[in-house]
Each structure stands twice: as C-alpha cells, then as structure tokens.
C-alpha cells in the first residue's frame, strides 16, 4: 500500500510540473478593445417599430402567352434531341429482374421474437445474407428460400 501512495504522488507530481510547461506565452503587445457603439433594448425595439412593416409589392410580371405560336417546319420530327440512332433500344445481356420476394430473415425453431429484424441485409448475386444479433441466415435470391450457407 505505501508503494501505491508513492507511485501516485509522484505521478501527481510530475503532472503538476508538466501542466506549467502547457502556459501560453505572455503577449509582447497589449491590444485594448472599445466598444463602437452602444445601445439599449429599448432603442432598438424603437427603431424596429418605425421601420416599414413590409417592402412595395410589386406583383409577378406577365408576359405574353406563347400556346399559338407555330411550330419551325424546319425542325426535325423527333421527341427528343439530338435523335436516337436506331428505333429499336439497345439489348442488354444482364437478365431481367425477379419479382419482388418477401419473407422473414431470421425466423425458425430457435426464434425468441427478442431481436429487431435486420431492415438492411446484403444482397449478393445470388443470396440474399441478413445477420441479426448472433444470428447468420442466408436465402436464395430468386426463390427467398433459406438455403444454409
């Protein structure tokens, strides 16, 4: 006991004579500062009184209607520009996607109802992981059923 008193004074020791070392410098120069201007609540609640309670509206500008103008019959017959190369959209490898699967992420005879469920999960290309409080379950992508990876 009396070599645990000693290690803390002589660590509060060394902590003290480090503190010091931490000080700012004194300043070289001393800068005094004024206030610019002064002024009471009460003036300023005047002066917001006295103040116009809103700017001149000036309304929204109207400008003239432009439904009849008629099309430039230069103008090429496309729907967007500049025009699609073909009429026919680009075919894509990647497979289409599979309906939306719902089901419960960890659920089974070990279930206590005691966790939240896991909202997120990670989504592979082929499984479906969600990960819930210790618990690991992974599905298949495309049936939603859990396959014990």
Do not use: C, H, W
Not at 69 to 97: D, E, I, K, M, R
Not at 119 to 142: C, D, E, H, M, Y
């Amino acid at each position: 006991m009396n070599k645990i008193n000693r290690l803390l004074i002589a660590a509060a020791s060394i902590l003290a004579s480090s503190a010091s070392s931490f000080a700012q410098i004194p300043a070289s120069k001393v800068l005094e500062v004024r206030p610019v201007k002064t002024e009471t609540t009460a003036a300023i609640m005047e002066r917001a009184k006295n103040y116009p309670a809103r700017l001149i509206d000036r309304g929204e500008r109207e400008y003239p209607s432009r439904k009849n103008l008629p099309q430039n019959p230069l103008a090429p017959a496309v729907s967007s520009y500049p025009a699609p190369q073909g009429l026919n959209p680009p075919v894509s490898n990647n497979a289409a996607q599979t309906p939306s699967t719902s089901f419960n992420g960890a659920t089974g005879p070990d279930d206590t109802n005691a966790f939240p469920p896991d909202n997120q999960g990670a989504v592979g290309p082929t499984q479906f992981i969600v990960f819930v409080n210790g618990r690991l379950r992974s599905f298949n992508k495309t049936t939603g059923v859990a396959d014990g990876v």
